[in-house]
């Protein structure tokens, strides 16, 4: 994560004010909101809307406290970079 988006998301957390929760609260509340709108941009693979947008801000919301996001974003990245240089 750069420290662009790291700096976003720690003032994201002291404006929400998720800083104060206790850490499994927190975890509960991530878990919640991203794991929805990771759903709703899968159902948006087979309903008419931007899967490929959705999809990656609800594994971006769910990589501010799990691993396994972050490293699934990361590997979306990686995919988007290797696509991105076939069509130049």
Do not use: C
């Not at 957390?13 to 919640?32: F, G, M, S």
């Not at 159902?43 to 990656?56: D, T, Y």
């Not at 609800?58 to 991105?84: C, D, M, N, P, V």
């Amino acid at each position: 994560m750069s420290v662009h988006a790291k700096d976003v998301l720690r003032k994201l957390n002291h404006a929400l004010k998720l800083d104060q929760l206790p850490a499994a609260v927190r975890r509960t509340l991530i878990a919640l909101i991203g794991g929805s709108i990771l759903l709703i941009g899968l159902a948006l693979i087979f309903l008419p809307g931007p899967a490929f947008i959705v999809i990656p801000v609800g594994l971006a919301i769910l990589a501010t406290e799990f691993a396994w996001a972050r490293h699934s974003l990361q590997k979306a990245r990686g995919y988007l970079k290797k696509a991105k240089g076939k069509f130049k």
